[in-house]
């Protein structure tokens, strides 16, 4: 699978209007690190939560090849009630609609 760029690229995800892009594990990392700050969550403590999730969605991701913006906010909405149930309805709340 190619990117809107035509790259092609190793792991892919289809945002929410249509391109396709690399998937980055950097922009799961941070959007949960955002969550658990955002629910009064030390800085220490929001970066093993966030270091979880992220190898989580990661490895789900590789195994894929393909990945949508839903599938994976609803991956990360799963893993995160794993570790913190406030955190996951922050994440899942507060979603970016833009």
Known sequence: ????????????????????????????????YSACLNCHIEHTAAEKIAGKVCKEIKTWAKKEKAVNSNEIFKKVTIALKKHDKDVSFMYETHRDIS
């Open 1 to 32: 699978m190619k990117t809107t760029e035509g790259k092609k690229c190793k792991y892919c995800a289809v945002k929410r209007q249509g391109h396709i892009e690399e998937f980055d594990e950097r922009k799961v990392y941070a959007s949960v």
